[in-house]
């Protein structure tokens, strides 16, 4: 298989429509592979692209850029992906996103009552955050952020 044919940092920010600093910041990241010309200058495989926009959508649906970068690890740098690789890739992403579905319609079904900091019905945190102990954590819901990471990070080992 001939090696992919590469492009300059401007092409992958118009193909994208975002900015050469962002595609060099992603790739000071890790997040998309380069390599460096004789002259110095970053060079990509064209397949950059759609990595830059699966990043991109990521982003939006609020993943991190290490969550990205996680899933991204993936894919061969060596190579364009192959629907195979994009396959599985999206695989563990749904599960990703099953795991968020859950997260937020279990807040939905409990926005009614407790969220897990301890503020909306002190007779149902007794149980789960006895004398406000999860406080010590941290400010914010404590509970609900382990259960939306945990479930990250159960469905990122399968």
């Not at 397949?47 to 970068?69: C, D, E, H, P, T």
């Not at 007779?123 to 990250?152: I, M, P, T």
Request: proline share 4%; charged share 20%.
């Amino acid at each position: 298989m001939a090696p992919e044919p590469l492009v300059s940092i401007g092409f992958i920010a118009k193909r994208t429509g975002n900015a050469v600093s962002l595609i060099r910041y992603y790739a000071n990241e890790g997040l998309i592979p380069f390599v460096r010309t004789s002259g110095g200058n970053r060079a990509f495989p064209r397949s950059v692209i759609r990595r830059v926009s699966f990043i991109l959508i990521a982003q939006n649906m609020g993943y991190s850029l290490a969550q990205i970068k996680s899933l991204l690890s993936t894919l061969p740098d060596s190579r364009t992906p192959t629907q195979d690789d994009w396959t599985k890739l999206s695989t563990v992403f749904n599960q990703h996103i099953d795991a968020k579905i859950a997260a937020l319609t279990s807040l939905k079904t409990s926005l009614e009552g407790c969220i897990g900091c301890g503020c909306l019905s002190l007779e149902r945190c007794r149980l789960y955050n006895n004398d406000d102990k999860v406080a010590a954590r941290g400010s914010g819901a404590q509970l609900l952020d382990d259960n939306v990471q945990s479930q990250f990070l159960i469905s990122n080992k399968k």
